[in-house]
């Protein structure tokens, strides 16, 4: 293991490499460029032995990602942005086949207006097609996500595409000190491309003929159970690799200062490194704050957060995405999980913000935690929903 | 010995595929089939075919299919071929197999950028001059004059866009022109494309009896009169000339083709069509022949 300093675009980058990915398929997109420009260097530097298959398209970058991943390949892409919704079509078409790629997503605002900074609107679009869908804090984690996608995308108990989100230039271009793991325990920890079907010639094979409602229910049926595996799975290999290259997580969820904490934080992404500092920040005035950090926002850790909240005195979502009309999706997804669990939510507020890449810092968070927690001290009921914004 | 064609035909499309009758489809793929057995892997986008291969888990080819969305196929296409190549496999042919629709209009884009690369796999665009499975909708290949649903009173006011052409402009190793009427010469043209490293571009003319309202009996006969009447030329082409092929090379000398209005009126699309607009089309396929001859 090495330390390298890297940007959260050159760590995917690096972690598709240290995977051997055997093809990639993309198109230029601001803020996911550098991802395919590392990567084009790598192969024809001779450093990567893959195939770079540049794209006309973020519509086709998917495709054919997913045409090289059917013929047995281990392939991958990114994008952002109006590329993820470009190729959204696909995005459904991958998962619903049950062949495993990775992608990175480097989110950023989507437009109009033109905006290339991030917030999680983006990502958040995607959030019912069937991918295992997760989202790191800083560099490190990113790289370790990344490798850890191809180890869960083709673990058979799974067999769905995996996306790793990154916010764009927070993360995706800012240099950090990454520990990189060395090749040979990756390629003993990873193993060859495992695939549930492979269609390259070796015996006829038909995917996607139409299927009568009855049969088409049951394959997505499938694939809700998968997702239900798949927690397991992303335990297994977050445990697995923590044993191997020094770094575990905690699974679906990183729990920050929540053990003996009667608020709790719900974040996703790289703000939650403010909402930390906001924490530490609060603790030392006396505050019994904690942070759930959401690392998989599929399958969605519904227990876990159940568990975490359930003996708060208060919750509040951070939301990096609005659904119109409605509230945040992070918000929305935790209220209708725990109802599985209870029927009782303690005091709950959505706060959303940071859209259109509104930079938000720690003395935001602290203040919008204490002005929380002053209102329920005094009896009061905060509002559920609120949108904070500032210049 | 190599078998004859008709004889190695058979059981390439399976029994119980779900065409109409009359439909050219399964007389395209079995020449397929013939020329690559099962050692093929069909990259198909959302039209008609996606209905002839059947309903799963059944499959109505001796072979390997990909159902894809409307506008990837050349797409998905290239990351197989790309994956073979990485993986060493050179027994498997891969090919995209595309209507119309998904190759002039909405698949335009992924074709072009396929066509560019220089893709090693072979497109095949079946041409029945509309949107056929959604119901005999235009599209940028039905000829001017023709009847769709959405043309449904005047008429296609626009010509067909030859994306043949097109294919050639991409410098291309091979395209070639064929007819489901005529397979001997698409066999050839599939051996001869199989024999060449990159993107190849067929352009297989389909008459649809359904979509061109004629009797389900003349499909055969439909198609050999566009190439008799000069409408529907084959050709190669490849290193940087045009090849007239055999079934085409009477009609170069104009005397010998058939009258374009004996084409016109088996097909009730063209029932409407009005003395004006013969010879609208008439100057259409002597400028066709113009381009062909100035190319050979």
């Not at chain 2, 009847?147 to 296609?156: D, L, M």
């Amino acid at each position: 293991m090495a330390i390298q300093v890297l940007t959260g675009n050159y760590s995917v980058a690096l972690a598709a490499k240290l995977a051997r990915v055997d093809v990639v398929a993309a198109y230029p997109i601001t803020p996911q460029t550098s991802i395919v420009e590392k990567l084009s260097e790598y192969i024809e530097k001779g450093e990567l032995d893959a195939k770079m298959i540049r794209v006309e398209s973020e519509h086709s970058a998917l495709a054919a990602t997913f045409g090289a991943a059917l013929a047995g390949a281990r392939a991958f892409t990114a994008t952002s942005s109006h590329g993820l919704l470009y190729m959204h079509e696909w995005v459904h078409w991958v998962s619903r086949a049950r062949v495993p790629v990775v992608m990175a997503i480097v989110t950023r605002t989507i437009g109009t207006p033109w905006n290339i900074w991030p917030d999680h609107g983006d990502f958040m679009d995607q959030r019912d097609a069937g991918w295992i869908m997760s989202f790191g804090m800083d560099n490190q984690e990113i790289l370790d996500l990344t490798l850890q996608a191809f180890k869960i995308s083709e673990d058979p108990r799974v067999y769905l595409p995996v996306m790793v989100g990154l916010e764009g230039f927070i993360l995706g271009h800012t240099s950090m000190p990454v520990d990189v793991p060395d090749q040979k325990l990756v390629d003993e920890w990873l193993g060859p491309r495992r695939q549930g079907y492979v269609i390259d010639g070796s015996e006829p094979l038909a995917l996607g003929n139409l299927a009568w409602p009855e049969d088409t229910e049951e394959f997505f049926m499938d694939i809700q159970e998968s997702m239900e595996e798949a927690k397991k799975v992303i335990k297994e290999v977050d445990k697995e690799y923590g044993r191997i290259f020094g770094r575990e997580y905690g699974g679906l969820i990183e729990y920050y200062r929540c053990s003996d904490a009667k608020y709790i934080m719900v974040s996703m992404g790289a703000w939650s490194g403010d909402l930390k500092e906001a924490i530490n920040l609060l603790r030392d005035n006396g505050y019994p704050v904690g942070l759930a950090r959401i690392r998989y926002f599929r399958p969605f850790p519904d227990k876990e957060i159940y568990e975490v909240i359930r003996g708060a005195k208060g919750v509040i979502v951070f939301d990096r995405a609005i659904s119109f009309g409605s509230m945040g999706p992070l918000f929305m997804d935790l209220v209708a999980n725990t109802l599985k669990h209870t029927r009782r939510i303690s005091v709950i507020q959505n706060i959303v913000a940071g859209i259109g890449g509104v930079n938000i810092t720690y003395t935001d968070f602290t203040g919008l935690i204490k002005d929380f927690i002053s209102i329920i001290e005094s009896g009061g009921e905060p509002p559920v929903f609120k949108w904070y914004h500032r210049r | 010995m190599v078998e004859p064609l008709h004889i190695r035909m058979r059981n390439t499309i399976m029994s119980g595929d779900a065409a109409c009758p009359g439909c050219p489809i399964p007389l395209g793929l079995k020449v397929v089939g013939a020329v690559f057995g099962n050692k093929v892997i069909l990259v198909i986008p959302a039209c008609c075919t996606s209905v002839v291969m059947g309903a799963w888990p059944g499959n109505g080819f001796n072979g390997s299919v990909i159902h894809v969305a409307f506008a990837s196929a050349a797409a998905v296409a290239s990351g197989i071929a790309e994956a073979l190549e990485k993986r060493g496999i050179r027994d498997t042919q891969v090919i995209a197999w595309a209507g119309d629709g998904g190759t002039a209009d909405i698949g335009m884009a992924s074709l072009s950028g396929a066509a560019e690369r220089n893709e090693n796999f072979i497109y095949i665009m079946y041409d029945n001059e509309a949107y056929m499975n959604t119901g005999i909708q235009r599209s940028s290949s039905t000829p001017y004059g023709a009847w769709t649903t959405t043309t449904p009173v005047i008429g296609k006011r626009e010509h067909k866009k030859d994306v043949a052409r097109i294919m050639i402009a991409h410098g291309v190793p091979y395209v070639a022109t064929a007819s489901i009427a005529y397979p001997h010469d698409f066999e050839a043209k599939l051996r001869r494309a199989a024999k060449i490293r990159g993107f190849k571009f067929i352009h297989l003319h389909a008459p649809c009896p359904v979509g061109w309202r004629f009797d389900p009996g003349l499909t055969i006969k439909v198609a050999k009169l566009a190439v008799e009447t000069g409408m529907w030329i084959l050709y190669e082409y490849y290193e940087g000339r045009l090849r007239l092929s055999g079934p085409s090379r009477p009609y170069i000398d104009e005397s010998k083709r058939k009258l374009i209005i004996e084409y016109l009126k088996l097909q009730g699309r063209f029932r409407r069509i009005t003395d004006k607009e013969v010879l609208e089309i008439e100057t259409y396929v002597k400028q066709a022949w113009d381009w062909v001859k100035k190319h050979m």
